[in-house]
């Protein structure tokens, strides 16, 4: 139980193993230090995980978390998260959804479930309330991922995994509505559970607020502040995510033919405009969102949801294909299958160049794409190539060759930014703690080039605005929020006036910020105010009744990512000059032939970015770790190169 | 004869995706925008009040100010590339054949 708001004050621990459920020991002093989401399912994983952890271990822990702030109706606060060990790093996974299935765990009373063990049989977890009941479903192998989640009335919430799940392939999602937690191969995690569907339903009212007016205001605020921006009210709902290529063509970001160029000759016809124009059926979004960034599509007579800008970037220019139509067919059977969308079209761009320069005759093509609905289905299904392709770039780069072209960070394949024309996106790329993910690696693109214009080939500055955007969106998710929220901190009259005295004069200032961001990282509850335009610590004080400030949301964010990278170390990421690392391509080639500064500066960046946040070779010191209140498990001290003496 | 391709919300405030015009500058090829730009503002600005005025639409006005119809484009609002390069300078010189970018300030996602 809980004497905080917002929560509800229970967690589920359910044993597949022995189908025995129980409730997880869960404090108010956790809930403070963690605030929910990705921080407390990190919390909760580092204390359970040991040295040589894998993810298809039995004892693997699936987590799923919610925030204090979903089903509290603030704007954009629907999200949920799964955690766990994952199948293609080897290291912490956290991956972000804006499916339904969190709102109704919290109705059902719960603000977390905490799964482990191995089902015999392919198994259903049924939550109703308090009631949990395993179904055996072998019925249900197979399915893909639309069809399970059919037979359930609206009242009911699914987590699905497709036949990719099943089948164990490395970048498996689990699928929720139409949304997927899709990074890390969490679905892989259910496959090897034998856990095809979770459903929650339940009778509870909504959370107990504890300043509903207040908290009313503030929501009526903040819809109000998103709905007025150039990025969250104009953009993303006008063009969704897709609303991007055209801006990453001009700022040479654009992923083509496997990260070999930042720009795409035909990048007009995989566009979000292309789509808004010729496929649009009308806007959708998740629960509570103002924003609405969901393109609805026709697809086969069905109104389908569209392709993300992920998507559109990485199965079109990385491919060098440009049939828009075909990425919205493969976007829709991608996910019936239950796949990860960035990382299958990671892996199948990284074989077309190896069968290009000769290294694995796979048959793949840039340019020649009418076979990869089959390839798609092989790897679901691994059959012949695809099972090579299942198991993600980085083992295929192991088997084949290709290391410097491989694009993955952590083994983790890279969205679609190109990180030669924007290095500071290239640096969070390389110190996310899941991986190739532009989200946890704090998405500087946005201050080099998409929201705001700073030189976006300096490493100057980038290493403290990187920790900044990392912490505050770590801390954002972790409250329930979606980190899209975070691009309206910016002010608009900044972001919506590129070449004014003001913008330029703040992008100087950026650059230049590193001695006032450095102090405020390390002790960021200097900063005991709260700031108009940053939302979040004041919705979750007035939902919840904790007391946090700008500085103490910071440092729940550091907290968040240090814990992770606790974990991940424990797991066995390299510590020195491994642990946070970019293909080759993208730090010793020029994307511009003659031009040097197109290339990511990592290691200069990289010791900036380890001072700031306090670390030594990628790892957090003691010191860092003491500041944070971080305690390090005793299974860590055998590994953790700073824990002994 | 320069081409301008327009993208994001610009291509909805301007109304147009690609347009080929006569410009020997970057600050003329906005002047012409705005002139197209003013011709069709009062019958958007009219047809917005017909909506909403229509109670079967129930049409809301639009908050956000890029969203809003506009009578012209000024170089400060838009980010624009001359033939893929950046350009900062209003002044810039353009040739026969040349092709300008404008996008939206912002963009995230």
């Known amino acids: 139980m809980t004497n905080l708001k ?11 193993t022995n189908r025995t ?15 929910g989401g990705k921080i407390m399912a990190a919390d909760i994983l580092l204390n359970h995980i040991r040295p040589g952890m894998k993810a298809f271990d039995e004892d693997n822990w699936l987590v799923v978390t919610t925030g204090p702030l979903t089903r509290c109706k603030s704007p954009s606060s629907t999200r949920f998260n799964i955690s766990t060990v994952s199948p293609l790093t080897g290291l912490l996974t956290s991956s972000n959804c804006g499916g339904p299935f969190g709102r109704r765990l919290k109705k059902a009373g719960w603000d977390a479930m905490v799964i482990t063990g191995r089902a015999k049989e392919l198994t259903w977890i049924e939550i109703d309330d308090d ?43 689990v699928f929720s509505g139409e949304r997927t937690a899709g990074r890390g191969g969490v679905g892989a995690v259910f496959g090897d559970k034998n856990l095809k569907l979770v459903t929650a339903k339940g009778t509870h009212i909504y959370p107990e607020i504890h300043d509903q007016e207040k908290l009313d205001a503030l929501n009526k605020e903040w819809a109000m502040q998103l709905k007025r921006h150039p990025i969250t009210g104009a953009q993303l709902s006008k063009l969704g995510t897709a609303g991007l290529v055209a801006p990453m063509q001009a700022h040479r970001i654009l992923a083509t033919r496997n990260f070999g160029d930042g720009r795409f000759e035909n990048f007009e016809k995989v566009s979000g405009e292309e789509l808004r124009e010729k496929h649009l059926i009308k806007n959708g979004g998740c629960y509570s969102c103002p924003m609405k960034c969901e393109r609805r599509v026709r697809y086969e007579g069905k109104n389908i949801k569209g392709p993300e800008l992920e998507t559109l970037g990485l199965l079109g220019p990385n491919l060098m294909n440009d049939d828009i139509e075909k990425i919205i067919k493969w976007n829709y059977e991608l996910d019936e299958l239950g796949i990860d969308t960035i990382s299958a079209a990671g892996c199948i761009a990284f074989a077309m160049e190896l069968n290009e320069k000769g290294l694995w005759d796979c048959g793949l093509e840039f340019g020649k794409t009418d076979n ?10 691994r059959r012949g190539i695809g099972d090579i392709l299942a198991e993600g770039t980085k083992r295929m780069s192991e088997k084949f060759g290709g290391k410097e072209f491989a694009i993955h960070a952590k083994g983790m394949e890279l969205a679609a930014y190109e990180p030669r024309g924007a290095v500071g996106h290239g640096l969070g790329y390389a110190t996310s703690n899941r991986g190739g993910c532009h989200l946890n690696a704090g998405y500087m693109v946005v201050l080099e080039g998409l929201g705001l214009n700073m030189d976006s080939y300096t490493p100057k500055g980038k290493a403290g605005l990187a920790i900044t955007f990392q912490n505050v969106m770590e801390g954002a998710s972790a409250a329930g929020f979606c980190v899209f929220t975070s691009y309206a901190i910016l002010p608009w009259f900044i972001v919506n006036k590129p070449t004014s005295l003001m913008t330029r004069a703040v992008q100087t200032v950026f650059k230049y910020s590193a001695p006032v961001l450095y102090p405020v990282l390390q002790f960021p509850q200097v900063l005991a105010v709260n700031i108009p335009l940053v939302q979040y610590p004041r919705v979750l004080n007035a939902s919840t009744g904790l007391h946090y400030t700008a500085g103490s949301f910071i440092k729940a964010g550091a907290y968040g990512y240090n814990v992770e990278r606790l974990a991940n170390i424990i797991l066995g990421l390299p510590v020195g000059k491994d642990t946070d690392t970019l293909p080759k391509r993208l730090t010793d080639e ?20 380890y001072i700031m946040r306090g670390w030594k070779d990628g790892a957090p010191t003691l010191r860092t770790l003491k500041r944070l209140g971080i305690k390090i498990p005793e299974c860590a001290k055998e590994v953790f190169p700073y824990g002994k003496g | 004869m320069v081409k301008v391709k327009t993208f994001g919300v610009i291509r909805s405030t301007t109304g147009f995706g690609t347009l080929e015009l006569e410009a020997k500058t970057v600050k003329e090829v906005f002047s012409v925008i705005s002139k197209k730009m003013e011709e069709g503002y009062y019958e958007d600005l009219k ?5 909403m005025n229509d109670p079967k639409l129930k049409y809301r006005p639009e908050r956000n100010a890029a969203l809003k119809p506009h009578k012209e484009l000024k170089f400060g609002e838009a980010v624009v590339y001359v033939n893929g390069d950046r350009c900062m300078r209003k002044g810039k010189k353009l040739n026969d054949g040349d092709e300008i970018w404008l996008l939206s300030p912002a963009a995230g996602g």
């Open chain 1, 590 to 609: 020029e994307q511009v032939p003659g031009d040097k500064r197109t290339k990511v500066p990592l290691e200069k960046m990289k010791r900036s970015y």
């Open chain 1, 372 to 381: 990869l609905s089959e390839v798609f289905h092989d790897i679901a299904y």
């Open chain 2, 47 to 51: 047809k917005e009040e017909e909506r």
């Open chain 1, 21 to 35: 459920h129980s409730e997880f020991p869960w404090t108010d002093e956790d809930r403070k230090r963690t605030i």
């Open chain 1, 6 to 16: 917002g929560y509800m004050g229970k967690v589920l621990f359910v044993d597949l």
């Open chain 1, 131 to 173: 009631k949990i009941t395993f179904h055996d479903v072998p019925e249900m192998k197979g399915m893909m991922t639309g069809e399970i989640q059919h037979q359930y009335p609206s009242g009911t919430s699914c987590l699905a995994i497709g036949p990719a799940g099943e089948n164990k392939v490395l970048y498996a999602g």
